[in-house]
């Protein structure tokens, strides 16, 4: 992208912490100020008991599917490296996206399977072409995932262990923060929302915070990582100016650059 192409613009990332940072220098590399503030945050939530129920199953698994980074993350973290080699020779591995494949090659994990689309329908279409009935498929993910795989699966009579492994919850410094922005006068011409939890989060401290309808900053623009995000934004009363083909920051970052130019 060409640089000073956001030159002057304010940009709220909205994302957890960790996630965040890589997006704001991609920003500022641009010439727009990023102003961080993350409405959620993430944490481990696999009980010692859960733990102990799937390492003793886990050689019956012919698939292990990842939806995020934060599932890739939160689930390697909490094994051995005994546990961790049975993933790498006796699993086949799928991923959603470019960034979560990134992160299972840093555990020295192959890919065996990524769908075109970055969503639970195209991976359940692509799983089932891979796999036959009665195969067992271990999902580690976030409590608030939607069941949208898991179900596609059980219907076509695949053995699914659903596993949350990370929880997600808003940081309670984050209200004090959008406030000071606002008070600050500090308006930012971009919103930026990649997932369905920094809307809700995001609206929930608007509605405190706003008397009335509206929310904190009715003249910037909404950009959406994905459909999903889109739908939830939306339903809490938001306009959406843009949602990318490709469900990605740096997607999210080239509408902004569309954006900037209208």
Known sequence: MIPNSLKGARVLITRAPEQA????????????KAHQVPLIDVRPCLGHEQRMQ???????????????????????????????????QSMKVASVGTQTTKKLEDYGIHVNLMPAHYEAGSLAEALLSQTKTGDHILIPRGNLARPLLANKLL???RVVYDLPVYETFQPSEAEKQLEAIAANSVVPNYLTFTSASTVRHYCTISSRLVSGTGHLFPDAKIIC?????????????LTVSAVPSIYTTKAMIEEMVRLNKE
Do not use: Y
């Open 54 to 88: 799937l390492i003793s199953k886990l050689h019956s698994f012919q698939w292990i599917v990842f939806t995020s980074v934060n599932g890739v993350r939160f689930f390697l973290d909490s094994l051995t490296k005994q546990e961790l080699m049975i993933i790498r």
């Open 155 to 157: 219907e076509s009579a």
């Open 225 to 237: 990582i994905g459909p999903i995000t889109a739908i939830e934004a939306k339903k809490c009363g």
């Open 21 to 32: 940072e890589l997006f704001a220098r991609q920003i500022e590399q641009l010439g727009a």
